[in-house]
């Protein structure tokens, strides 16, 4: 399930997410922190920022590189096409290790290493009565070829949009607070007293080093939520659920977060704290949530790459302009004595992003209809693959007024055999309380098929 596989995938993000904390505090100010290696007077003193930014275009430019040179393409309608960045990736690869002594005939494209041992999941061939093809390279993967991916208007209905605004809405709010955050922590304490709720100044007046500390701590627990207490929760309660609960309460830590420096001395750091691991919580739930929500309101596989795309681009945008505005808003704040201006209003877009999750709904809340699980009891074999091939993939049959794409029943036997074994992956993102129900029948229905498939051929032999 995609809320065990997805922690242990993003565990290339957590070493990041510490190092580079890490490193954008110990890189600031070198000309301060480092007066021996670099002199005053030189640009390294005009920008003391300049370093740690150098260092992140050069990580970011090195992904970019890598990305265009080595990385294949998974979409079905596109891995036929010719990738001039993985050719000319292949022959800087082939160029290095002929440097390296390796000889000429350890440098031919062997492509069979590339290549998954079981296709499509599943290792066992039937042969079927118009082909000699087999569940690994017939059925699945003609079907595959011949779907018609479904129009935009279908892609992008209104659940999807509705999750893809709050996605945005959640970019931007997130995105303010590490912002706002370490600002907060490097402002000098304040001299004065608040005049009231409202009016009042100063931070914690922490160094850049110690800042570049605590968030390499935060990153160290954002791994420990994401492979410990994520797979945990995501068992017992819905996506829909956990994102609702975290947006509507997610404005009220906003709203409290400046208050944490009115507090005493001996106050503040527990405080400060706790707003840390909330933050770090929400964020770590909250993300893979939503994420969850579009994946499952995607009516095809097909289109899930577009509409993700289209969401990782709002979020984009969003995350451009929650420092860019909300930082603007601290700086109006902070001339009329209102530390907390750019906080409170980052409050009201989270207010907004709560308020988004009072339309959502989620597949995985609803239960099987008892028509629907009676229908799956009383089909044929052919019928009954057909099902879990539709709610298995989530891909709609294709042909002249929407007929099967299954032509006989052993092909139905062979398909769903082969769909047991894929269903998974295609189905990952889709888990709750509602979806064990729904799917412990496709389950039962595909071992069924599997065992039907493997009587028959030894019945053959």
Not at 71 to 76: I, P, R, S
Not at 201 to 206: E, I
């Amino acid at each position: 399930m995609i809320y065990v596989v997805q922690p242990f995938a993003n565990m290339t993000i957590f070493p990041g997410s510490i190092m580079g904390s890490a490193l954008g505090g110990l890189l600031a100010d070198p000309v301060k922190n480092y007066p021996n290696t670099f002199a005053q007077g030189t640009i390294w003193e005009a920008y003391p920022y300049l370093l740690p930014n150098i260092v992140c275009a050069a990580v970011v430019i090195s992904g970019l590189i890598t990305g265009l040179l080595f990385l294949e393409e998974t979409n079905q309608t596109a891995k036929g096409r010719n990738d001039y960045g993985l050719v000319l990736g292949r022959a800087i690869s082939r160029g290095v290790r002929r440097l390296f002594g390796k000889k000429p005939e350890e440098l031919e494209d062997d492509t069979s290493e590339r290549e998954p041992l079981l296709q499509n999941g599943n290792s066992q061939s039937y042969s079927t009565n118009n082909a000699s093809t087999n569940a690994a390279t017939g059925p699945a993967e003609d079907t595959v070829k011949n779907i018609k991916a479904p129009s935009f208007k279908d892609a992008f209905n209104y659940q999807v949009i509705l999750q893809i605004i709050a996605y945005g809405l959640l970019a931007y709010h997130t995105m303010a607070f590490e912002q706002l955050f370490p600002v907060l922590l490097s402002m000098p304490k304040a001299t004065h007293p608040a005049k009231d709720p409202i009016h009042f100044t100063g931070g914690f007046g922490l160094p850049s080093s110690t800042i570049g500390l605590i968030y390499s701590v935060q990153g160290l627990y954002n791994m420990f939520c994401q492979i410990s207490m994520f797979p945990y929760v995501a068992k017992r309660v819905s996506s829909l659920t956990m994102f609702r609960w975290l947006s509507i309460t997610w404005p009220i830590w906003y709203i409290i977060v400046p208050y944490v420096v009115l507090l005493p001395q001996a106050a503040q750091w527990p405080f400060l704290a706790v707003i840390i691991v909330v933050k770090i919580t929400y964020n770590a739930f909250a993300y893979p949530a939503n994420a969850l929500l579009l994946a499952n309101h995607a009516p095809s596989l097909l289109v899930l790459g577009t509409i993700n795309g289209v969401a990782a681009s709002i979020a984009s945008l969003f995350r451009a302009l929650g420092p860019s505005i909300e930082g603007l808003a601290q700086s109006v704040g902070l001339t009329h004595g209102i530390m907390g201006l750019g906080w409170w209003t980052t409050a009201i877009v989270a207010v907004l992003g709560g308020i988004s999750t009072i339309w959502m709904t989620d597949p995985d809340d609803t239960p099987a209809d008892e028509e629907g699980d009676s229908a799956i009891d009383n089909e044929s074999l052919a019928d009954a693959a057909e099902i879990v091939f539709r709610r298995g993939s989530r891909l709609p049959p294709t042909g002249p007024e929407g007929q099967t794409l299954i032509e006989n029943e052993e092909m139905a036997i062979s398909f769903a055999a082969g769909t047991h074994h894929g269903r998974k992956m295609s189905t990952a993102s889709r888990f709750g309380p509602g979806s064990s129900r729904r799917f412990s029948l496709v389950d039962d229905h595909a071992r069924r098929l599997s065992a039907s498939a493997a009587s028959m051929q030894s019945g053959r032999g």
